[in-house]
């Protein structure tokens, strides 16, 4: 099939070209137009008792708000504010109020601090707004006209928030994913400089990539709206990185062997029919199982994660489909010497030693490669026993010093922790009468004596007097793990002393992240084994074996734990964060997971192909190393690059997945895929194949003149080629 498809976009090129061409600018043409959304609340489905709870506020109390942003007063030499400040702060809200900024509502004075150094002004906004870009625009405005009121004042004001939030967000957002497409682009042209030596070979694959992007972005857009699912800024930085990460993995692998077979001797376009023909199994079984990870995103329960799955698998579907039709046809169009040029070595064998000496090292002492290799990584995942998680995705996703984060940190500093974000407890009536008030008294004197709790409020009743809303003001920070353990222990509480009849419901900003903790341990549940099995499926439908995809699946598993606990020893315990953001792991699976196998599988393959041609296990893993160690070496050293330019975005989400997934590459092409892998193989010997017969000689291989006169040697990544992958 694969040889079919090569030979039909190198005879007709121009074609392929062109209806590349079309296909992207209709997609992106016609693609709709996205709106972000960082409301945490959107992140859950209707079934949480946060977002019932939600609900049955906006139901029972539409007048009540949970302000879309806050406003801070402060003097201006720091100092505490006066009677005549405190005045003009109220004068300053009336104003602000009645400027007629689009979604505001209203301004309402809050609570000034207890050093008597901050005041607070709360805005409130269209609910239906919450969390959408129309917010920011608000913001925007309410920012521009408090500068204008305090001038000539003794006030400084701030707004923060979370309407200022999505302002912020958006800023850093397009800031990061400029740095990130700069460092992609840099790291990917350096890269390609170094292994091809020709600046043709550098520049043409990003170009390529910037094609297929714009083809799956249009994609990703009409399948979000296809599917009614929530779309988040970050997707985009992350999109990024996977488009040219893993599309430059492709066309690398597509290459070298198209390199091979020109030293071979081949004609230029035999050449490059036989490289799709030959590395194309090779290309679409790693994509499956990456695309297949991604998919597994779908069955999450969280949005934000259940819209990537698709993005992601579209991305890299995309790719592979650009891999075995585009990149040749382009390619093909162009005369070795010129896409080659300055560099002469394209039609050189080298010669060298360095992955032929770690094969002979693998050769000679597989029980302690395998063993140092292995201890290596259970040491690092003994240090993920400590990982805690982080809810604050706000200022996890922007840098510390935008506006929004300075107040929400000087909240947390100037105010009781969680008085900003209070929990509520609603007592509800199931058939409509009123709530006795015996029961209200006895609830809200039990919520008082939780643990955590600061204070708690009188109950309100709405107009028809079926429901009490308690508010309750925990001494911790809203996004900590101890306000999320408070709120379990105030659900506990309120649900054990709610009258029969009645029902309790308790939400609020710390009861939403209690909640999405639990759909994440919920996906840690289902996604994660679904995932692992089908990957699994697909090692044993390419290897033909039982045996190989266990072990190699559970290598993988032991290198994503060791990737989890370098990032928990960076993190938490070097740079004393409180935790890693709370969908970090599941990112740090997917993409070790997947692309982790990806290399499995090309030094899998490759030491298969080196047992039929009739060596024992511990030969063909030796000579499996020698030659597919430098294409795995190249994509991962590029992948992993590629992926820590995400820490030049500058916020904390960022900064952990850049070097989680990076490190997690790294693990996986250069301990797992070059050593322990092969140590293993070698070490089970035929039994790694069973039931099949997969190493056994086949009488009918590939011709082994390439191997005795062309077999690629070389020290160095950009000469040594996976001669018969």
Do not use: C
Not at 29 to 56: C, G, H, R, V
Not at 199 to 210: E, F, Q, R, S, T
Not at 446 to 467: E, F, I, Q
Not at 605 to 624: K, M, V
Request: hydrophobic letters at 50%; a neutral charge.
């Amino acid at each position: 099939m694969f040889h079919r498809i090569g030979r039909t976009v190198v005879r007709h090129p121009i074609w392929t070209i062109v209806a590349w061409i079309v296909a992207a600018v209709v997609i992106a043409m016609t693609a709709p137009t996205l709106a972000s959304n960082s409301d945490e609340s959107s992140f859950l489905p209707k079934s949480y008792e946060s977002i019932q709870a939600m609900d049955l506020q906006q139901r029972a109390f539409p007048a009540a708000f949970t302000p879309a942003a806050e406003i801070l007063y402060q003097r201006t030499d720091g100092q505490a504010l006066t009677a005549a400040d405190k005045a003009e702060t109220a004068t300053i809200n009336k104003e602000l109020a009645a400027k007629g900024v689009n979604l505001v509502e209203g301004v309402i004075p809050g609570p000034f601090s207890a050093d008597g150094k901050y005041g607070l002004g709360l805005v409130k906004m269209d609910p239906k707004s919450a969390g959408q870009p129309s917010q920011a625009d608000a913001a925007k405005a309410l920012r521009t006209d408090l500068g204008t009121l305090t001038q000539g004042t003794s006030l400084n004001a701030k707004l923060g928030g979370s309407a200022a939030q999505v302002l912020d967000q958006q800023d850093a957002s397009t800031r990061g994913q400029a740095l990130i497409g700069i460092g992609t682009f840099v790291i990917i042209i350096l890269a390609m400089l170094l292994i091809f030596r020709a600046p043709l070979m550098a520049i043409l694959p990003l170009l390529l990539i910037g094609v297929v992007a714009t083809a799956a972005n249009g994609l990703i857009s009409d399948i979000t709206k296809l599917l009614g699912l929530s779309s988040n800024s970050s997707v985009s930085g992350i999109l990024i990185v996977v488009l040219f990460g893993v599309g430059t993995d492709y066309i690398l692998f597509l290459m070298f062997r198209y390199r091979e077979r020109l030293r071979a001797g081949d004609e230029a376009k035999e050449a490059m029919i036989t490289a799709v023909g030959r590395v194309g199994e090779a290309i679409a079984s790693a994509a499956g199982a990456v695309i297949i990870a991604f998919l597994a995103l779908s069955l999450s329960s969280v949005s934000f994660l259940k819209q990537m799955g698709p993005a992601l698998g579209i991305a890299v579907g995309v790719t592979l489909i650009a891999g075995l039709t585009l990149v040749p046809a382009v390619f093909s169009l162009i005369p070795p010497r010129v896409l080659f040029w300055p560099s002469k070595k394209w039609k050189i064998e080298p010669t060298g030693s360095t992955f032929a000496s770690l094969g002979r090292g693998v050769q000679r002492r597989p029980a302690l490669v395998a063993l140092v290799s292995g201890l290596l990584m259970v040491a690092l995942a003994l240090v993920a026993t400590s990982y805690k998680a982080s809810f604050d995705f706000a200022s996890g996703s922007m840098p510390k010093t935008k506006e929004s984060m300075v107040v929400q940190d000087t909240l947390g500093k100037a105010f009781s922790a969680g008085a900003a974000q209070p929990t509520d407890v609603f007592l509800t009536t199931n058939n409509g009468s009123p709530v006795d008030q015996g029961a209200i008294n006895a609830l809200e004197a039990k919520l008082r004596d939780v643990p955590g709790v600061a204070s708690v409020s009188p109950a309100r009743l709405n107009t028809a007097g079926d429901t009490a809303d308690i508010s309750v003001v925990l001494k911790y920070d809203p996004q900590s793990s101890q306000a999320m353990s408070t709120v379990d222990s105030i659900r506990t509480v309120a649900h054990a002393n709610t009258p029969t009849g009645d029902t309790t419901l308790v939400g609020g900003i710390s009861a939403i992240y209690k909640d999405i903790n639990k759909a994440i341990n919920h996906d840690y549940l289902v996604v994660f084994p679904i995932a692992g099995l089908l990957i699994m499926l697909i090692l044993g439908l390419m290897l033909r074996s039982v045996v190989a995809p266990w072990y190699l699946m559970a290598s993988v598993g032991l290198g994503f734990a060791a990737t989890l606990g370098a990032t928990v020893l960076i993190f938490q315990h070097l740079q004393n964060q409180s935790g890693l953001m709370f969908m970090l792991p599941v990112f740090m699976y997917l993409f070790v997971v997947a692309i982790g196998t990806d290399y499995n599988i090309l030094m899998i393959a490759r030491l298969r192909e080196e047992a039929r041609e009739g060596r024992s296990p511990r030969e063909a893993a030796a000579q499996a190393l020698r030659h597919a160690g430098p294409t795995v070496a190249a994509a991962g050293a590029i992948l992993a690059g590629t992926f820590a330019s995400m820490m030049l975005a500058g916020n904390t989400l960022f900064a952990e997945m850049g070097f989680s997934i990076s490190f997690g590459i790294v693990i996986a092409a250069f301990v797992m895929a070059m050593f322990f892998t092969p140590s293993l193989t070698a070490l089970i010997g035929h039994a790694a194949w069973w039931p099949g017969h997969a190493d056994r000689a086949s009488g009918h291989g590939e011709s082994r003149v390439i191997a005795s006169h062309t077999a690629v040697h070389g020290d160095s990544v950009g000469d040594e080629v996976d001669s018969r992958r």
